[in-house]
Nanobody, 122 residues
Framework: QVQLAESGGGLVQPGGSLRLSCAAS????????IGWFRQAPGKEREGVSC????????YYIDSMKGRFTISRVNAKNTVYLQMNSLKPEDTAVYYC???????????????WGQGTQVTVSS
């Protein structure tokens, strides 16, 4: 059974850090681009970052550049999102998803995890 499972979310103070993990089972992440999306209450799901499958290129939306880092460890079949200098506006449910190539359009992604809550608050 194909599954993606996120972990690592939680409550953190502004300026703090979290590392999210996206672990795959039932398929090999090597062959997929993996994107991270987030959805805050009352807002649409937005793409945050993506790492491609072929050359490992990474993509970030402007508000994440310099704060977030996406990486993959194929031997662990896992993709990570390191989030630093977190702000209250980063509060959302974070999802990872798999697609044939990096895109910011959620409908292009074939597999999704269940999400992990990130709350940034003092």
């Amino acid at each position: 059974q194909v599954q993606l499972a996120e972990s690592g979310g939680g409550l953190v103070q502004p300026g703090g850090s979290l590392r999210l993990s996206c672990a795959a089972s039932g398929f090999t992440l090597d062959y997929y681009a993996i994107g991270w999306f987030r959805q805050a209450p009352g807002k649409e799901r937005e793409g945050v970052s993506c790492i491609s499958t072929n050359d490992g290129s990474t993509y970030y939306i402007d508000s994440m550049k310099g704060r977030f880092t996406i990486s993959r460890v194929n031997a662990k079949n896992t993709v990570y999102l390191q989030m630093n200098s977190l702000k209250p506006e980063d509060t959302a449910v974070y999802y990872c998803a798999a697609a044939s190539s990096c895109t910011s359009w959620p409908y292009d992604y074939d597999y999704w995890g269940q999400g992990t809550q990130v709350t940034v608050s003092s």
